[in-house]
């Protein structure tokens, strides 16, 4: 074996060496993106859960809002209407009063 033909096998070697590292720095890689992504994953359906969980709860709450601010605006028309009958009665009250008193002011 000449000098030539060791050279070829030690960088023949080196090639092989280098191989079997840059395998084995890609299983790595690859085992700790499998690691990541699972729990990427498992991080976005928690987060994902709670959001839909606090989304469904502020839904509720404004669905009770909702209900509350239709009950407002039916109380505040109700009572709308019951000054108006109750202005319109005390008008009437006012001018059977004022009608009395001047017939009784040309009686007397």
Do not use: C, P, W
Not at 67 to 84: C, G, M, P, S, Y
Not at 94 to 106: A, G, P, W, Y
């Amino acid at each position: 074996m000449n000098a030539k033909e060791k050279f070829i096998f030690v960088i023949l070697g080196a090639l092989i060496i280098g191989a079997f590292y840059f395998q084995y720095l890609t299983d790595e890689v690859n085992r700790r993106m499998d690691e990541l992504n699972l729990a990427d994953t498992e991080h976005v359906d928690k987060v994902l859960n709670e959001f839909s969980d606090s989304l469904r709860v502020y839904n509720l709450r404004f669905i009770g809002r909702g209900k509350h601010l239709r009950k407002a605006q039916k109380d505040i028309v109700a009572n709308t209407d019951l000054i108006e009958k109750n202005t319109d009665s005390l008008a009437t009250m006012i001018d059977d009063v004022s009608f009395t008193l001047d017939n009784f002011m040309r009686t007397t």
